[in-house]
Every structure is written in structure tokens, then in C-alpha cells.
């Protein structure tokens, strides 16, 4: 069983930045889907990006221009760098694995954002 390692999160003004990261315990980036996922208080967790095993990135609406998914094969090893943050892009944020019907998730890591 794949398990994936979160961090990165903190406390930061808005306007800052942060760059999330998780490792996998084996080398799956080729044969997975990554992606980033956030739940805010008292809300469903929610996608945020995701990198196809081919390399193809997904961001939703709210973080297009801001956020920006990558690898890293030989780390084992997906980012998340979020700029310009917004209080909205508080949360816990998840990394998850998927493969096929396959998936495992993080245990996340906090990310606030204060004005």
C-alpha cells in the first residue's frame, strides 16, 4: 500500500505564498493521477489540481493563475505552489494517489490564510 506524505501548509498573510508537497512512498507518478484536494471548515473536500500520469494539469476556476501543480519523478514527489493566497484557500489540504479504482489519500496538512 502506497502511503503519501503531506507538508508544507502554515499560516500566511494573504497575498503570500506557500509551496505544499507529497511524497509517495514508492515511485507511482508514472502509473498515477496526483491531485490536490482542500476542505474549509464546515465544508466537502473539494479538487483543487491534479497531474495526469502523462503530465496533463487540471486546475479548478479558483485557482487558475495562481496555483500550479508539478512533479518531481525522481523525489517521488507532487507540489503544490499556491500564490497570491486568498482567505477562501484556507483548509486542510490532501494529496491523493489514484490508479485505475485504486486510490489513497494523505493525512493533509493546514493551510491559513490571513487578511
Known amino acids: 500500500q502506497t502511503q503519501l506524505v503531506e507538508s508544507g501548509g502554515g499560516l500566511v498573510q494573504a497575498g503570500g505564498r506557500l509551496r505544499l508537497s507529497c511524497v509517495a512512498s514508492?515511485?507511482?507518478?508514472?502509473?498515477?493521477?496526483m491531485s490536490w484536494h482542500r476542505q474549509a471548515p464546515g465544508r466537502q473536500r473539494e479538487l483543487v489540481a491534479s497531474?495526469?500520469?502523462?503530465?496533463?494539469?487540471n486546475y479548478v476556476n479558483e485557482v487558475k493563475g495562481r496555483f500550479t501543480i508539478s512533479r518531481d519523478h525522481a523525489k517521488n514527489t507532487v507540489y503544490l505552489q499556491m500564490n497570491n493566497l486568498k482567505d477562501e484557500d484556507t483548509g486542510t489540504y490532501y494529496c491523493?494517489?489514484?490508479?485505475?479504482?485504486?486510490?489513497?489519500w494523505g493525512q493533509g496538512t493546514q493551510v491559513t490564510v490571513s487578511s
Open positions: 491523493k494517489a489514484q490508479i485505475q479504482n485504486s486510490y489513497t
Open positions: 514508492r515511485p507511482i507518478l508514472g502509473a498515477a493521477t
Open positions: 497531474i495526469s500520469r502523462l503530465g496533463a494539469t
